[in-house]
């Protein structure tokens, strides 16, 4: 186990290299710069005083050189500076990261406790009504967009029954103690979490569906029921288990599409983490962030693929680390 997370952790550098690399190719052949934005927002158009800026800023350099810089300053967790935020760019990141990755936690949550238990049921039910029943609503979920489905959720508990807030992450101008803080933030959460994880919950019960059905066909299923054990423990001990894996899987590979899709619900519900700041960064050209986010999720994705590889050897003793 040892072995496999140094080697995992060790592919995270060429991952980052890569990604580095070819984000910053791609913002070289976008059209305009920040120095664009910057200067119109600001009503500079003193050429000088635009040159210096340039040179400030390190745009005078060819960009190989910049590129080599950058990456140095990567190394040492240097990405930048924001001109928008008047920040460095690891500071701005790090007070948006905990909203994004309290809205990611909760969505996945939803999406795993949702869709395994509706797996395990139209597994379990194969055939019947309720079987049916999950794959029609599976279907659904799945082909619905993320933000129209944020959007029917608001205008029905926000606005027709006003039972949860419309957006945001607290409520503005209320002072909170510490439990009723965490209750207005979970009432805050709550919509933006089940749009993003509703979304993934339909793929999660097709495959904890075919993967139970799968292994319900197993020798050591038919011999545990053969030893006369109850039909419930079966599926928890036996079968529940080893169709985890393709969950499991499919969780660590959608980690990172759970990440993009914040960015359009975050968007939705005016939620202040970094899908937010991604899209203002990226209407601004503030590319130092921009970079510095993509940076950041490639190390959160790779961090967490590597996470899944540790959780195989839980769920699967016969796993070898190869």
Not at 192 to 209: D, I, K
Not at 266 to 280: N, Q
């Amino acid at each position: 186990m040892l072995r496999i997370l140094f080697r995992r952790l060790v592919q995270i550098i060429p991952l980052i290299l890569g990604v580095i690399i070819m984000n910053f190719g791609l913002i070289q052949l976008a059209p305009g710069s920040f120095l664009d934005v910057m200067t119109a927002e600001q009503q500079i158009s003193d050429p000088a005083m635009i040159e210096r800026m340039r040179i400030l800023y390190g745009m005078d350099q060819p960009a190989a050189v910049q590129l080599l810089k950058y990456i140095w300053s990567v190394v040492t967790l240097d990405f930048g500076y924001s001109y928008r935020q008047n920040a460095p760019v690891l500071t701005v990141i790090m007070q948006h990261l905990p909203a994004t990755a309290l809205l990611m936690l909760a969505a996945i949550a939803v999406a795993l406790l949702v869709g395994v238990v509706a797996g395990v049921v139209a597994a379990v039910k194969v055939n019947t009504i309720w079987d049916n029943l999950i794959s029609l609503i599976a279907v659904f979920f799945f082909a619905a967009p993320t933000f129209w489905l944020g959007i029917m959720l608001t205008i029905l508990f926000s606005v027709k029954l006003g039972w949860l807030p419309v957006g945001g992450m607290r409520t503005v101008g209320t002072e909170f103690g510490a439990i009723a803080a965490t209750f207005d933030i979970a009432r805050h959460l709550l919509l933006p979490a089940v749009s993003l994880g509703l979304f993934y919950a339909a793929t999660y019960a097709r495959v904890m569906r075919a993967s139970m059905l799968e292994v319900y066909k197993s020798d050591f299923v038919r011999t545990a029921r053969s030893k006369g054990l109850p039909g419930f423990q079966v599926v928890v001990i036996h079968v529940l288990r080893n169709a985890l894996l393709p969950v499991v899987t499919l969780l660590g590979l959608q980690l990172g599409t759970v990440l993009g899709g914040s960015v359009v619900i975050e968007t939705v519900f005016s939620w202040p983490g970094i899908g937010s700041l991604m899209l203002d960064s990226v209407m601004s050209r503030n590319y130092p962030v921009v970079l510095g986010v993509l940076v950041m999720s490639s190390v959160v994705v790779a961090v967490a693929n590597a996470a899944v590889d540790i959780a195989y050897f839980k769920l699967d003793p016969r796993i070898s680390a190869r």
